[in-house]
């Protein structure tokens, strides 16, 4: 089990065969009705608004009211009611569970947090032979963490890590409850958890920051939020897949509902939500560190002072930790997944209740450890790594300048091209584009959300700098695919290539984003060009492996009646495999989008520019009217990009 540091992907189903001929009528008759649309309001909109960009007449200034409210709340924050009796105690208890959860950490010692984490590592994994390797990853994420001078911001991160993870847990589930027992609540949050899953994580930042201010209440609260989704998608998906036969054997003995979800559906359901809580602390670590942005402290914020000072040792010594988190939090739930329906031996000290109290004594023996060796991990323990990674920074750039050269090239050829056109497009034409691939790909419906959510990006005054960001998702997404679904044919077709790469893409896809913008800022500086290749190693990962699952999954009587044909291998891919895996490669396009969308953002740390740098700016320098704006713009950039490539296939149920 690997985890995807974004929402988890959506289900798509291929097509049946007697469905595809109609699927194919429906798109030619689509493309005749686009054709004679354009004709008729193409001449219409040149006579009556020209070219040129969103007229200024159709934008509305939500900056201004937006700072009012900024400064409303700010001044108003010790003396409303609202915030004296409801958000206060909120942010009050937000701070007191993280702080008591570092306080406990901290009392522990370093020699009890790593026994801690090494132990229930191997726990989850099994004790004895089978969870030696699991207990070892834990180990060495812990040490390296310590040797690199990163202990007091690891635990710290890890604090914030339990609490948003236990209530985004929990949160989950409810909301997973409720929409896995009613049909009709499932059909009420669909569209909610979508429209959560494709907005970016800088999107969720600003409403929290407005309400409760930069520190950790907002950290906390907008990692919840942003994580609790995936948790209720696969507790619905779990309720919803358990067998007919258990449940009717467990009615027909006369079981309440109660007892029937109690014994039957949640048990039956455990592995989908194993998977779900994996997929929620993938991305509560990945929101944990973008949260250093507002103050929430931790390795994220290692990570973000080092890049604002392009300092690249200091970055990398704190982007290391986190990797190393996330792969031992990834590690030991998968294997605390694979194990559910194993049978377990009978009794024994390695196994049951007994396993469990090994466990905790070995912590508690371990804890009390801190009064003979100190609980703060020893200086003398610890090695400097910033200044040979900013000599060797250096070299590569004096010495490997096609590096720099690349990126520039890169920039004058493909992305200001790309970007000019996109502005230099009249805006009603854009509109219109917008309209005819959502309504092409998908419904009305799906056409009327993406041209709204255009229109909306218009209204706020950010036209120009959305086109410069879609520009750059564009450019990313282009070469994404392109080494994702060439990737993915090798793999499918060469499975000691797949089983080479499996361990790569399994570490890419742990990573939080954050993390992945200071190679790239070592090797192509602080440009445009920085955030294109951040994006593209993170989306990466997970159009290799739809791509490939795709063509896997291809019917084999489909490829033997092509051979029997005589058909070569590059016809068969061309022909046969690559038709019959469509719906897996739109879902590798839309995933491929979201996930670009999600870095390019983020690069406006780094140089990217656009609605990423108002965000960013937003946050910095307390700018909440430029931030929110860019924001919603964001959120409508996303919801746009995400309609236009949701087959429409994937909206029956």
């Known amino acids: 089990m690997t985890a995807v540091v974004t929402a988890p992907a959506k289900e798509a189903a291929a097509p049946e065969p007697g469905l595809r001929a109609l699927l194919r009528h429906r798109v030619h008759r689509k493309l005749l009705l686009l054709g004679v649309a354009a004709l008729v309001l193409i001449p219409v909109g040149v006579a009556l608004w020209g070219s040129g960009s969103w007229p200024a007449q159709l934008t509305v200034d939500v900056s201004g009211p937006l700072d009012d409210a900024n400064k409303w709340v700010v001044d108003n924050r010790d003396t409303h009611p609202l915030f004296l009796y409801f958000l206060l105690h909120l942010s009050n208890t937000a701070t007191d569970a993280v702080d008591g959860v570092y306080q406990f950490l901290d009392a522990m010692g370093w020699l009890g947090v790593l026994a801690a984490g090494v132990l229930f590592a191997w726990r989850a994994a099994g004790l004895g032979r089978s969870g030696v390797k699991v207990a070892a990853t834990a180990f060495g994420a812990f040490a390296v963490c310590g040797l690199l001078g990163m202990w007091d911001a690891t635990l710290l991160t890890i604090a914030l890590m339990v609490v948003a993870v236990t209530v985004a847990a929990l949160l989950g589930v409810l909301i997973g409850l409720a929409a896995g027992l009613s049909r009709r609540v499932d059909r009420a949050l669909r569209p909610v958890l979508d429209t959560m899953q ?35 998608r696969l507790t619905a998906l779990g309720l919803r897949g358990a067998d007919p036969a258990v449940l009717e054997a467990s009615a027909s003995l006369g079981a309440s509902a109660w007892q029937r979800l109690r014994t039957a559906r949640l048990p039956l359901a455990r592995k989908q939500m194993l998977l779900g809580l994996n997929q929620t602390i993938m ?21 973000y ?3 604002s000072t392009v300092d690249v040792g200091k970055a990398l010594a704190a982007g290391i930790p986190i990797v190393l988190i996330a792969v031992w939090l990834d590690r030991t739930t998968a294997a605390a997944g694979d194990r559910i329906g194993e049978s377990s031996p009978g009794g024994g000290l390695l196994h049951g209740r007994s396993a469990w109290a090994l466990v905790f004594a070995g912590v508690v023996a371990a804890a009390f450890g801190r009064l003979a060796i100190g609980k703060a ?14 000599k060797a920074q250096e070299w590569i750039t004096e010495n490997l300048t096609f590096t720099e050269a690349w990126s520039r090239e890169f920039t004058l050829w493909i992305l200001n091209p790309l970007r000019d056109m996109l502005i230099w497009l009249p805006w009603w034409s854009v509109l ?21 959510s255009m229109a909306a ?12 960001t879609l520009s750059q998702v564009l450019a990313a997404l282009v070469l994404t695919l392109a080494l994702g679904v060439l990737a993915g044919i090798l793999s499918a077709r060469a499975g000691r290539l797949e089983r080479w790469m499996r361990p ?9 984003q954050f993390v992945y913008l200071i190679p790239v800022v070592a090797l192509f500086g602080v440009t445009r060009a920085s955030a294109i290749i951040a994006a593209v190693v993170y989306a990466l990962p997970a159009v290799v492996r739809i791509t490939t699952q795709g063509l896997r999954e291809v019917d084999p009587a489909a490829l033997e009646a092509s051979r029997s044909l005589g058909a070569s291998t590059r016809q068969q891919l061309l022909q046969v495999q690559l038709p019959l895996a469509r719906p897996a490669l739109q879902l590798a396009v839309n995933q491929g989008v979201v996930l670009v969308l999600a870095v390019v953002v983020v690069g406006g740390l780094v140089g990217g520019g656009a609605l990423g740098y108002d965000v960013v700016k937003g946050l910095s320098r307390g700018e909440m009217g430029i931030g929110m704006t860019a924001g919603v713009a964001i959120v409508c950039l996303g919801l746009v990009l995400d309609r236009i490539t949701q087959p429409a296939t994937r909206k029956t149920d």
């Open 457 to 468: 990006i218009g209204v706020l005054g950010v036209w120009g700098k959305s086109l410069d």
């Open 432 to 452: 219109l584009l917008v309209a005819a691939l959502a309504w092409l790909v998908g419904t009305w419906a799906t056409a009327l959300t993406a041209t709204l």
């Open 283 to 303: 991305m509560a670590l990945s929101m944990v560190v973008i949260a250093a942005l507002v103050g929430a402290g931790g390795l994220g914020e290692e990570v």
């Open 504 to 512: 790569v893409l399994d570490a890419m896809q742990t990573m939080p």
């Open 198 to 232: 494709v907005l970016p994580a800088f999107a969720y930042l600003l409403p929290f920051v407005l309400v409760f201010g930069t520190g950790t209440p907002a950290a906390l609260f907008c990692t919840v939020i942003y994580a609790a989704p995936p948790m209720a």
């Open 377 to 390: 991990w020893p200086e003398g323990w610890t090695y400097e790594i910033s200044t040979p990674v900013n």
């Open 305 to 307: 002072s080092a890049l």
